[in-house]
T-cell receptor, first 115, second 112 residues
Framework: AQSVAQPEDQVNVAEGNPLTVKCTYS??????LFWYVQYPNRGLQFLLK??????LVKGSYGFEAEFNKSQTSFHLKKPSALVSDSALYFC?????????????FGSGTRLQVQP | DAGVIQSPRHEVTEMGQEVTLRCKPI?????LFWYRQTMMRGLELLIY????????DSGMPEDRFSAKMPNASFSTLKIQPSEPRDSAVYFC??????????FGSGTRLTVV
C-alpha cells in the first residue's frame, strides 16, 4: 500500500518570506513523487516531480522540493512567497517498482500568504 | 492540445436520478483515472484504466457506481441511483507515461 501524509492543514506565511509545505510518504520500493496546486474551483495543476537523480527538484513558479530518502520526505519550498501562491497544495506518490500507475494523494495543505 | 476535457462542469440532480460524467483524455495517453474530491475524504481514486481496460476499481464506493472506457478517447462515470452523499467534485486525469499526469477541470456534482 502507498500513502502520503501532509501534517499541516494550513500554512500561513508573510509575502516575501520563505515557505515550506511538508510531505512524507510510504510506498513499496522507490517512489515517484509529485506536487500539484489547486486554485479555487479549478483542477489540479502540476508543479514538479521527482523521478530519479538530483534530490533537489525545481518546478514551476519558483517552487522546488527536496527528496530525502532516509526521512521519506518530499517537502515543497519557495524562497520568497507571493500572495498569488495562496492555494491548496497536494503531494502525491506512486511506486517506481510496481505496476500500479495510479497516484495516491495527501490530504492537502492550504497555503495562505499574507500581504 | 486541449488537455483533459470533462463534461458537464456542474451537475445538479435529484436523489435517485442517474448521473453520467464524461471525460475525453489527451490524445495518445494510454491511462485514465477517475478521482473524487470531498472535504472529508480529500482526493480518492475511484478507478483507473490502462489501454481502455479497467485495472483497479477498488475505490468505487458501491455498485451504484460504474465506469466505462469504450475507446481510447472517451470514458464515462455513471452513478445510478444518485444519493446526496455522492455530492463531490469528480476529476478525470490521463497519463502517457509514469512521469506525467494531466487533470481535467472537474465536474461538480450536487445531489439534492
Amino acid at each position: 500500500a502507498q500513502s502520503v501524509a501532509q501534517p499541516e492543514d494550513q500554512v500561513n506565511v508573510a509575502e516575501g518570506n520563505p515557505l515550506t509545505v511538508k510531505c512524507t510518504y510510504s510506498v513499496s520500493g522507490n517512489p515517484y513523487l509529485f506536487w500539484y496546486v489547486q486554485y479555487p474551483n479549478r483542477g489540479l495543476q502540476f508543479l514538479l516531480k521527482y523521478i530519479t537523480g538530483d534530490n533537489l527538484v525545481k518546478g514551476s513558479y519558483g517552487f522546488e522540493a527536496e527528496f530525502n530518502k532516509s526521512q521519506t520526505s518530499f517537502h515543497l519550498k519557495k524562497p520568497s512567497a507571493l500572495v498569488s501562491d495562496s492555494a491548496l497544495y497536494f503531494c502525491a506518490v506512486r511506486s517506481m517498482d510496481t505496476g500500479r500507475r495510479a497516484l495516491t494523494f495527501g490530504s492537502g495543505t492550504r497555503l495562505q500568504v499574507q500581504p | 492540445d486541449a488537455g483533459v476535457i470533462q463534461s458537464p462542469r456542474h451537475e445538479v440532480t435529484e436523489m435517485g436520478q442517474e448521473v453520467t460524467l464524461r471525460c475525453k483524455p489527451i490524445s495518445g495517453h494510454n491511462s485514465l483515472f477517475w478521482y473524487r474530491q470531498t472535504m472529508m475524504r480529500g482526493l480518492e481514486l475511484l478507478i483507473y484504466f490502462n489501454n481502455n481496460v479497467p485495472i483497479d476499481d477498488s475505490g468505487m464506493p458501491e455498485d451504484r457506481f460504474s465506469a466505462k472506457m469504450p475507446n481510447a478517447s472517451f470514458s464515462t462515470l455513471k452513478i445510478q441511483p444518485s444519493e446526496p452523499r455522492d455530492s463531490a467534485v469528480y476529476f478525470c486525469a490521463s497519463s502517457q507515461s509514469r512521469y506525467g499526469y494531466t487533470f481535467g477541470s472537474g465536474t461538480r456534482l450536487t445531489v439534492v
